[in-house]
């Protein structure tokens, strides 16, 4: 299952916890990415908010990774499941794709 998540941080007024915080953010993100949960990010400009594209077989899953996020205590998220649309043009592009020879 996709889900479109909208992370918002409020990073602690400490800045050496707040450099920890990154850094360890930067680690597990990396980790969640490997393992295909992150899909894809964006910033959003002038904020500490992200978009992301995250992958998980269900909302519990997504939770977990989610809560597994050393920032998770400092951030709001916002998540929509998402659902194939038929006009999707990335599913188009693979439906039509040549397949590998055997």
Request: aromatic share 6%; charged share 20%; no cysteine.
């Given at each position: 299952?996709?889900?479109?998540v909208?992370?918002s941080?409020?990073?602690?007024?400490?800045?050496?916890?707040?450099?920890?915080?990154?850094?360890?953010?930067?680690?597990?993100?990396?980790?969640?990415?490997?393992?295909?949960?992150?899909?894809?990010?964006?910033?959003?400009?002038?904020?500490?908010?992200?978009?992301?594209?995250?992958?998980?077989?269900?909302?519990?899953?997504?939770?977990?990774?989610?809560?597994?996020?050393?920032?998770?205590?400092?951030?709001?998220?916002e998540?929509?499941?998402?659902?194939?649309?038929?006009?999707?043009?990335?599913?188009?592009?693979?439906?039509?794709?040549?397949?590998?020879?055997?």
């Open positions: 299952m996709e889900f479109l909208r992370m941080v409020h990073w602690p007024a400490e800045s050496a916890l707040a450099d920890e915080l990154r850094r360890a953010e930067g680690v597990r993100a990396r980790e969640l990415a490997d393992q295909g949960v992150i899909v894809r990010l964006w910033r959003l400009p002038g904020t500490t908010a992200n978009w992301g594209l995250w992958r998980a077989p269900d909302a519990t899953e997504l939770h977990a990774a989610l809560m597994s996020l050393p920032l998770a205590p400092h951030a709001e998220f998540v929509q499941a998402l659902a194939e649309h038929p006009n999707d043009p990335a599913a188009r592009q693979q439906a039509t794709a040549p397949s590998a020879p055997a």
